[in-house]
């Protein structure tokens, strides 16, 4: 396997932790996930610019990003 195989498949891996995650928070701690909505994403549509909603998505990625390149350096 090439290495841009390898990123593709870590990447892959990381996007389908998230609905992952989600779901579990679901069944085990329905409360968090109504605190996410309920703090999160009625905030961020409307209390938050369209300015500011861009600068925290692309902060966002790039956190992602960043942490795609570490863990790509991690050998098991």
Request: aromatic content about 24%.
């Amino acid at each position: 396997e090439s290495s841009f195989q390898k990123f593709t498949l870590e990447s892959f891996v990381e996007f389908m932790d998230l609905p992952k995650a989600l779901l579990k928070m679901l069944i085990f701690a329905p409360f968090m996930l109504y605190y996410l909505y309920r703090y999160f994403w009625k905030d961020f549509f409307s209390e938050l610019t369209a300015w500011q909603r861009c600068q925290f998505l692309l902060g966002l990625f790039g956190l992602f990003l960043l942490h795609s390149a570490l863990s790509h350096l991690i050998t098991p």
